[in-house]
């Protein structure tokens, strides 16, 4: 008699077939569903609390589904398809899971009816290729100016705890910004040349813009000078310390005259940190390691203004804007490895001191500075320009502007629904699913706005038929079918084919797998 053969360890689970396929899409779906209500400038915020307690209020995708700490493997797809989405173009985060989701609803619809998972691969893949041309044809043909450009940030902003008061004052910021340390093309855009820098203690409103760097750092020494100007800076990878043996070594000291000889060494060694500073005409130091108490002191008798443990990140970030090399030795030290800026100054905020670094010679650096009633208050605040920060960049440098509202998937849908006509075999299904999935979107921002869905859905088909372009365009305390380029609502194209391809690329992965093997 033939005896069973076992090739999985012991506990393993399985889970094949329609099954399989069945729990991997309700994960998705349940996912999808958690952050549909936070899509549009209506949408509401979630309140997530970790096992710490600690609170995190928000109503961007990325970071809900991050917080969430969700465990399902097909589940977790979604939200590597947000956190895509958040790394490519920074903003879209919540289209992209909402249309997942919605993909995969109709794939188990189309499923139910005997469509083999193959077809509907296929047929998504073919939608998602017309998709990718319907964006393309919504391009504006529009100058990225200024105002069109605060237009892209304040449609990211809207809805994301800035307030509505706010919201352009805040848009003006970022786009300025953006424009100082972008506006050559030739030069690379570095995102850390766009840096954002938060305080509780004030208003929103109270944001200002820093033609510089804003550090969180303070002076070694009390005695420092609280301000610099027109300073000469440099920034040292090095420990301005006593050095020490690369080995292991004993010294036996037997007289007073050897510990007074080695304490003389020391302090000579000590002393010529500053001294070779002062020489080279330094005002500043930023130090991305140690600075001994004894050197702060000499510094600080020197005139010279330091800190230390400054982040890499910083480090950076002062070293394009000053100009200034990052060293690794005070020897041989020229003025081409120093950087200049028009001031340094140490300002207080409540109990905490920050240091302003403002009028970088070498290039351009801009921090927004925020401030915010609360640290929740603050922290969304900082989620919502870094978004704006990113699709601004993205419709300078990739592509161009569309229709925001709900104006391009309404496009998307009947350019899906027109060549599926053209398709042959049960293809043709799941082409015009896709379109069905898409037109979810403008179907959510509707009743996030407090619109009848299906009323809204008809109005805005209607509407595209006749005009060319429709969007949900949210109004006060409602919403109306209108057009969004009229009303300033714009989004850039990146935003839109990155949440296509990725929710594509996501859904058919999810709907094609049909063996589900766990170990225990």
């Known amino acids: 008699m033939q005896q069973p053969l076992y090739i999985l360890a012991e506990g393993t689970s399985r889970t094949r077939g329609r099954s399989a396929q069945d729990s991997n899409?309700?994960?998705?779906?349940?996912?999808?569903?958690?952050?549909?209500?936070?899509?549009?400038?209506r949408g509401m915020d979630k309140m997530l609390v970790d096992s710490s307690g600690d609170v995190v209020i928000t109503n961007d995708g990325a970071t809900i589904l991050e917080k969430m700490d969700i465990e399902h493997p097909a589940?977790?797809?979604?939200?590597?398809?947000?956190?895509?989405?958040?790394?490519?173009?920074?903003?879209?985060?919540?289209?992209?899971?909402?249309?997942?989701?919605?993909?995969?609803?109709?794939?188990?619809?189309?499923?139910?009816?005997?469509?083999?998972?193959?077809?509907?691969?296929?047929?998504?893949?073919?939608?998602?290729?017309?998709?990718?041309?319907?964006?393309?044809?919504?391009?504006?043909?529009?100058?990225?100016?200024?105002?069109?450009?605060?237009?892209?940030?304040?449609?990211?902003?809207?809805?994301?705890?800035?307030?509505?008061?706010?919201?352009?004052?805040?848009?003006?910021?970022?786009?300025?910004?953006?424009?100082?340390?972008?506006?050559?093309?030739?030069?690379?855009f570095h995102r850390e040349d766009v840096r954002v820098m938060t305080r509780t203690g004030?208003?929103?409103?109270?944001?200002?813009?820093?033609?510089?760097?804003?550090?969180?750092?303070?002076?070694?020494?009390e005695n420092m000078p609280r301000a610099v100007e027109d300073a000469t800076v440099a920034v040292l990878d090095m420990k301005l310390d006593v050095r020490k043996s690369e080995v292991d070594t004993e010294y036996n000291i037997t007289s007073v005259d050897q510990l007074t000889a080695a304490i003389d060494a020391e302090d000579r060694e000590l002393r010529g940190y500053s001294?070779?500073?002062?020489?080279?005409?330094?005002?500043?130091?930023?130090?991305?390691?140690?600075?001994?108490?004894?050197?702060?002191?000499?510094?600080?008798?020197?005139?010279?203004?330091?800190f230390k443990s400054v982040k890499k990140s910083d480090a950076r970030a002062l070293a394009r804007a000053t100009g200034a090399k990052r060293l690794g030795s005070l020897s041989d030290v020229e003025q081409s490895d120093l950087g200049h800026v028009d001031s340094v100054s140490i300002r207080k905020f409540g109990d905490d001191e920050l240091t302003f670094v403002e009028g970088g010679a070498a290039s351009k650096s801009v921090t927004l500075f925020l401030r915010g009633g609360t640290a929740h208050v603050v922290d969304e605040l900082e989620r919502a320009i870094n978004d704006s920060i990113?699709?601004?960049?993205?419709?300078?440098?990739?592509?161009?502007?569309?229709?925001?509202?709900?104006?391009?998937?309404?496009?998307?849908?009947?350019?899906?629904?027109?060549?599926?006509?053209?398709?042959?075999?049960?293809?043709?299904?799941?082409?015009e699913a896709y379109a069905d999935a898409v037109e979810a979107l403008p179907r959510t921002l509707a009743e996030n706005t407090g619109m009848d869905p299906i009323d809204a859905l008809v109005d805005l088909r209607a509407r595209y038929e006749n005009e060319g372009i429709a969007g949900i365009i949210s109004t006060g305390r409602?919403?109306?079918?209108?057009?969004?380029?009229?009303?300033?609502?714009?989004?850039?194209?990146?935003?839109?084919?990155?949440?296509?391809?990725?929710?594509?690329?996501?859904?058919?992965?999810i709907v094609r797998i049909d063996d589900v093997i766990a170990a225990k």
Request: glycine residues 8%; hydrophobic residues 45%.
């Open 202 to 221: 004030a208003s929103s409103s109270a944001t200002e813009l820093v033609e510089g760097v804003v550090l969180d750092k303070e002076p070694v020494n």
């Open 75 to 188: 589940a977790q797809m979604i939200v590597e398809v947000s956190q895509t989405q958040e790394e490519e173009v920074g903003d879209g985060t919540t289209t992209a899971a909402v249309l997942t989701g919605e993909l995969l609803a109709h794939a188990e619809d189309l499923l139910d009816s005997d469509l083999h998972p193959t077809v509907i691969v296929e047929g998504y893949t073919e939608a998602a290729r017309i998709a990718q041309d319907a964006v393309d044809d919504m391009l504006l043909d529009v100058d990225l100016d200024d105002d069109l450009l605060q237009k892209v940030a304040e449609s990211s902003m809207t809805g994301k705890g800035t307030g509505d008061i706010t919201a352009d004052v805040l848009a003006k910021h970022v786009v300025k910004g953006v424009r100082m340390v972008h506006e050559d093309a030739d030069r690379k």
């Open 390 to 431: 990113d699709v601004v960049v993205a419709a300078i440098d990739m592509g161009g502007v569309v229709p925001g509202a709900g104006a391009t998937e309404i496009a998307i849908a009947d350019r899906i629904r027109s060549e599926a006509a053209g398709i042959e075999g049960r293809k043709q299904l799941a082409v």
């Open 275 to 306: 001294k070779a500073l002062k020489d080279a005409g330094v005002d500043v130091v930023f130090c991305t390691k140690s600075i001994d108490d004894r050197v702060a002191g000499f510094l600080a008798d020197a005139g010279i203004l330091a």
């Open 25 to 41: 899409i309700r994960a998705g779906k349940a996912v999808a569903e958690a952050v549909r209500t936070t899509l549009g400038p």
């Open 478 to 509: 409602a919403g109306e079918i209108g057009d969004p380029v009229e009303h300033g609502v714009i989004d850039p194209v990146a935003v839109k084919r990155e949440a296509i391809e990725s929710a594509t690329e996501a859904a058919t992965m």
